[in-house]
């Protein structure tokens, strides 16, 4: 008998409806076989992730730390057990981002106005499952969604189901880089939906994966949203960040040359922001359309003009998404959101008056922006 016929057939069938002993490495069969019959198999099971765990298993302990919780969801010394470990694969920022509610209703808005009925989408980057879900409400036929971690497909199919989607909405639990055509997806979709934009802008590699999805998965001319995606920023002044970045004498100590770790770049939202003053008009600092390659690196000057007077310290930058036809996604400061605008501190503060300019130099890689502010003086505009 297999070892897992021998345990579908113990005093525990629900084990073997959470946890498949094929996904596990033959390593770590027999410890759940063992606890198998075990009055308390849930937390012996999450002793048991945290030991794989220990041992560097790390997808064994995440499968049974997951069947742990499902077989006990409501135990919370399951729950505190299995924490450090499952929260690995499911970053708490799922839990900000769909309360963001300026960010899901101009994906709403966007879906609706683009989608056409009987249209298939194609997703990458499924996380909860919203915007596939509002895809279908929008009119959408099917929607094809990849998900590269296991854990969080998992739980998206859970809520497609209870959504009562299950037959509109295929959760491929892969990387978009493994996705198949002709196997994942049937065929290649009309319309492209992702939300792959960190704070950075870049660093959920945005570029690359909308054109894999474009190359591989997506009808010629299909729409994409977004469209387009730019870093926005301006001067600043007012940042907190000397108050909380700044090392100098404390209890007598001379404590300066800790000023070498002081950031560069930092949340505005965190503890670095205060009540910044924009000193310069709003411009795109850098923008990509993303129905075209961008060059593996690019860099461009740009001049940053005061438009009133100040003490520049910082370069304040935040995101913008297109979606087309007017429909819009800014975060620019007042505007709160899930993503935080983000502030380049000057090397030295700089005293302007309206009319006098800034350079800095911006570029990318392609997964990472960086902006680099000029040291001298750029005199007036
Ligand atoms: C910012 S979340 C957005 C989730 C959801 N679409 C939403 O709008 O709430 C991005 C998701 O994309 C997934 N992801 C990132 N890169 C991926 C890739 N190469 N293939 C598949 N999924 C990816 C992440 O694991 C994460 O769940």
Redesign the pocket.
Known sequence: MSATAALESRAWPALAAVLHLGELTPAARPFVVALAEHPQLPQRLARLAQMLRDREQRKDALLVAAAARELAPHDIRVRVLTEWICRRQAPLWHFG??HDQLRNETYARALRHHVRPGMTVF??????G??AMLAVQAGAQHVYT????ED?AAAARAIVARNGMADRITVISR???DVKLGVDLPERADLFVS??VDNTLLG??VLP?TELARERFLKPGAPLLPWHVAAMGCLVSGSKHHEHYRMDTVMGFDLTPFNRFSPLELNAGKGGGGNVEMLSEPVELVGFDLRHDAPAEASHALRLVASQEGRAEALMRWLRLDFGDGIVFENRPPQQSSWDPHLHILPQARDLKPGDALDVEIGHDRSRLYIIPAAADSGRA
Do not use: K
Request: with cysteine; hydrophobic share 45%; net charge negative.
């Open positions: 981002i769909v997703e990458i980057g499924t996380g909860t919203i915007l990849c998900e590269m971690r969080v990387n978009a880089r939300e792959i959920e590699h994966l």
